[in-house]
């Protein structure tokens, strides 16, 4: 069905813009999620959710990037793709890896080979479903268990440009997408009803003595998790073929209304099943229209999203989610039981690591990004 002008030119605007602020914004409530579940507010904020709406963000823009290379040259160039993620991605996490990892063990701590070796070859997240990062430091948290993201978005960006290069030209892209995200979800059923109800060995991963952690082949996998990235991606190819989600987005009160409303039924709905079944399918489908409309749409959110705080922190996302984890951890390790020392021990550490790894390490590796074709700019605002 042919859309109308407006939609059209609406879809061409979308799809012709490049830098969008309000996703530093984005990426800044993601992180705030995180950190601040992690600091001890799990109880009231869904830090999983904050993981989830960046591997929204990730499919998007690297989608987005890719399509928009391939509409203007006629192919998408994978070894200057890699090598622009490479430079993004590799050197603050292997000087994370290096250095928390050292620090740990000098502190008593033991990691293993296989551990060492899954943490580098971003495998994190297989090793800690299948072998675990076990602390051997009483009370001090394991510096490795937060990779297990890092390798899902790396094992996306390795196959998923592959894949697009063969069908980025497929008028049904969007629809196949849709059938693979919900697909995956039948993946996590059957997970669920394997894994978790009747435990099968071989099949699952080993049983973990918490109950609170025998889900965790839902959590981590990369296989079970892949919807949340594609989501993302489903909105790029939305963007680009000019569909009609693209404009709903922007221009639907009753649609924002619906997806708030899918989105809170995502947290509210009880039980295992859906939390770790349905979840995730239901935030992705609620975020398709809800990111378009926050990162566009003029109003209080993205007023929010742009304003210099919101996207100082975003800019800094990467950074402050390696290390804040290495934070906690010396908190851990220093603070003992004291909580008013540990939380302020984690929040200085928190910042001052994460500065200090952006300006020595990511902003030099802009200029090496740009020789490799990467459009990046450094907006950072400090």
């Known amino acids: 069905m042919a859309q109308p002008a407006h939609a059209n030119r609406t879809s061409d605007k979308i799809s012709q813009a490049t830098y969008l602020p309000a996703l530093d914004g984005v990426r800044a409530a993601s992180i705030l999620l995180v950190v601040l579940s992690h600091l001890g507010l799990d109880r009231v904020l869904p830090g999983a959710f904050g993981v989830t709406l960046f591997f929204f963000i990730s499919g998007y823009l690297i989608t987005r990037q890719l399509l928009r290379a391939s509409m203007r040259t006629g192919r998408i160039n994978l070894p200057a793709f890699y090598l622009r993620r490479a430079l993004r991605l590799m050197p603050a996490a292997c000087t994370y890896i290096l250095v928390a990892g050292l620090l740990y063990e000098l502190a008593g701590g033991r990691i293993s080979f296989l551990g060492w070796a899954a943490a580098f070859g971003y495998g994190a997240n297989f090793y800690d479903l299948w072998a675990g990062y076990h602390s051997t430091l009483p009370g001090v948290r394991h510096p490795f268990n937060i990779l297990w993201s890092l390798a899902i978005e790396e094992h996306f960006y390795i196959l998923w440009p592959l894949v697009l290069g063969l069908v980025w030209r497929w008028r ?149 989610y390696l290390w804040h984890w290495a934070a906690l951890g010396i908190a851990d390790w220093a603070a003992g039981g004291n909580r008013v020392e540990w939380v302020s021990l984690a929040i200085t550490l928190s910042v001052a690591l994460s500065v200090l790894s952006y300006r020595c390490i990511e902003q030099p590796m802009l200029r090496l990004r740009r020789l490799a074709g990467s459009n990046v700019e450094d907006r950072l605002l400090f």
């Open 172 to 320: 049904w892209l969007f629809w196949a997408l849709i059938g693979f995200c919900l697909a995956t979800m039948l993946w996590r059923w059957a997970l669920f009803d394997s894994c978790v109800l009747h435990h099968a060995a071989g099949f699952c991963a080993p049983m973990n003595a918490n109950p609170a952690w025998r889900s965790n082949q839902l959590y981590l996998s990369t296989d079970a998790r892949a919807d949340s990235i594609a989501w993302g991606a489903c909105l790029a190819v939305a963007e680009q073929q000019e569909m009609g989600v693209a404009t709903l987005a922007l221009r639907s009160r009753l649609a924002h209304a619906a997806a708030w409303a899918v989105l809170a039924a995502s947290f509210l709905i009880p039980g295992d099943f859906a939390r770790f079944v349905i979840r995730t399918t239901l935030q992705g489908l609620a975020l398709l229209l809800l990111v378009p409309a926050a990162i566009r749409m003029e109003g209080v959110l993205h007023r929010w999203l742009v304003a210099a705080p919101a996207i100082i922190l975003g800019r800094l996302s990467y950074s402050v």
